[in-house]
């Protein structure tokens, strides 16, 4: 019979005591990021969060007693896993990256299971305690670059849809031209966020009603087109409403329970594909719920009956007859938690002294620059919510014979509160915009080396606009979202500041110009705005 694995990392069973405090010290250290996390779970479309921990719960309890039948086998991996846990903490910290930071949490709590009670026992909880991914959001770099994608998807259907009904349209990226409306498709009709509740409820529906492995993953699976049909369902529902009935009904009350009911029908689509499953193979046995929780072999523990769980049983009694003293359970206590103490104290000594450098509020910036006049635009309200803390310049430059040049500067003192500037890559598309290009350009300026920037042309039918965009902080300019991520933290760490800008210029193109040339035309309005942005974002 083969040896339990990882017999050479053995310690002593730890005492509850020693368990209970790394505990209680690892939820006092992250809980700044729960607390968060649990405001962010009151979002409509954050709601199933709240969920995810109490089913997981429900599945540990029901487990309970085959779960203690497992000897303790306590792993000195588990202080490795505890130090990668605290290190992405603080990287999340430092750089405001909400995912790292959260997805740390689950991390410690898998290390806390590895040290006290062994690899076994964390191979029996991984079901319960890999769903606890689901009450994370995705991270907002990624969310971003999935989100426009699927509102294409779900125009391109519900228009194609709306055609096949006789119903006039005309498809302009996300915007659908209907004879006495226009419908945009937001972020929200894009089906990203439903899509995260439905998966949620696919899995906890195939694991209360299915014993079938590949049913419960087909389920899973198929949550994805089913959230993308929904809300075609949803959009297409909206355009009838607006040609056949009234406009104003469309945007109204109605619409915004049209959430509701197309969650509604998502559910009812998963229940019937359900049913389709088992009317065209049905399962071997049937059995209630609460038959079908006590034998798990996916997710949890194997069955009794079969090889595995024997086989597992044969080495809990070779554990507990086994000596486990390779390291004293004392010394990795201490070890835990001296780790969790070290990065509680650098995580507070290391945000609680921020620089904020002296600076001239963006408002000062020349209204005039060389030949181009300006002219403020304000800010929706919508988009400030969505910015946050800051401070924001949106203007428009117009020179005597030259398209407008529209300059925005979103500058952050602070980004340790979460309010960080991400790229217009995930903003600009939209209302009837469809990105073409994307590639990077050197720009330079007088007495500084060359930097990187984003070059992004935008279209809406036959116009263009071209874009130039980078982020700035400390008298440095980088392109990449994930670069300006690792400055980020090297700054918090070694400056104790967290400040950084983002700056954007936008131009319309004239018919048949090139890119090329138009990024000609704007780079001398560019070589203007470089040379003063230390003063309005420090160095």
């Known amino acids: 019979m083969p040896s339990s694995p990882h017999a050479d990392s053995r310690v002593a069973p730890l005492p509850w005591w020693q368990i209970a405090l790394p505990t209680a010290l690892l939820f006092a250290l992250y809980a700044p990021v729960l607390a968060r996390l649990v405001v962010q779970w009151t979002d409509p479309y954050f709601g199933h969060g709240f969920f995810v921990p109490l089913f997981s719960a429900y599945v540990l309890w029901q487990e309970r007693k085959r779960l203690a039948r497992l000897a303790p086998n306590p792993s000195r991996w588990g202080l490795l896993i505890l130090a990668i846990s605290l290190c992405l903490l603080i990287l999340g910290t430092m750089g405001v990256e909400l995912f790292t930071a959260r997805f740390s949490f689950l991390l410690a709590i898998a290390a806390l299971i590895v040290l006290s009670l062994g690899w076994h026992f964390f191979r029996a909880v991984f079901f319960p305690w890999a769903f606890l991914l689901l009450a994370i959001p995705i991270p907002a770099i990624l969310f971003n670059q999935i989100t426009f994608p699927l509102q294409l998807l779900a125009s391109r259907f519900a228009a194609d849809v709306l055609s096949w009904l006789s119903v006039p349209v005309l498809l302009q990226g996300n915007v659908i031209e209907l004879a006495h409306t226009r419908l945009e498709v937001a972020e929200a009709c894009s089906g990203i966020r439903s899509l995260l509740s439905l998966l949620t409820l696919a899995i906890i529906y195939g694991y209360l009603a299915e014993k079938r492995r590949w049913a419960r993953w087909f389920l899973a699976l198929a949550s994805v087109p089913i959230a993308v049909l929904a809300n075609s369902i949803r959009i297409i529902g909206t355009g009838l409403i607006a040609q056949y009935w009234d406009p104003d009904k469309a945007e109204g009350a109605l619409h915004a329970w049209w959430g509701v009911i197309i969650f509604v029908v998502s559910l009812i689509m998963l229940y019937a594909l359900h049913a389709a499953i088992n009317l065209r193979r049905p399962p071997r046995e049937t059995s209630s719920p609460a038959k079908s929780l006590s034998s798990r072999p996916e997710h949890c523990l194997p069955e009794e009956g079969n090889a595995e769980w024997r086989d597992l ?9 086994r000596s486990l003293s390779k390291i004293s359970s004392n010394s990795t206590f201490a070890l835990a938690t001296l780790l969790i103490v070290l990065s509680a104290t650098f995580l507070y000594t290391r945000t609680r002294n921020e620089v904020f450098p002296p600076r001239q509020p963006l408002q000062s910036f020349p209204a005039q620059l060389g030949p181009w006049t300006s002219t403020d635009l304000p800010l929706d309200p919508d988009e400030l919510k969505v910015l946050g803390p800051g401070d924001f310049l949106l203007r428009d430059y117009q020179a005597p014979v030259a398209p407008s040049v529209n300059l925005f500067i979103a500058y952050f003192p602070s980004q340790r509160t979460g309010e960080t500037p991400h790229s217009p890559q995930h903003c600009l598309p939209g209302s009837g915009w469809a990105p073409i290009e994307n590639k990077r350009i050197p720009l330079s300026m007088p007495g500084h080396a060359p930097f990187p920037v984003n070059r992004y042309v935008i279209a809406m039918g036959d116009a263009r606009q071209l874009v130039l965009y980078w982020f ?5 300019g980088v392109a990449s979202e994930y670069w300006n ?10 400056l104790h500041r967290s400040d950084g800008a983002l700056v954007r210029l936008v131009t319309p193109m004239y018919p048949g110009e090139s890119i090329d040339a138009a990024q000609q035309r704007l780079l001398p309005f560019a070589s203007q705005v470089l040379p003063l942005l230390n003063t309005y974002i420090p160095r």
């Not at 080495?315 to 007859?321: G, H, K, P, S, V």
């Open 313 to 321: 049983l044969f080495r809990n009694q070779i554990l507990r007859r």
């Open 485 to 494: 991520k690792y400055y980020l933290i090297r700054d918090s760490i070694a």
């Open 472 to 476: 700035w902080a400390h008298d440095r």
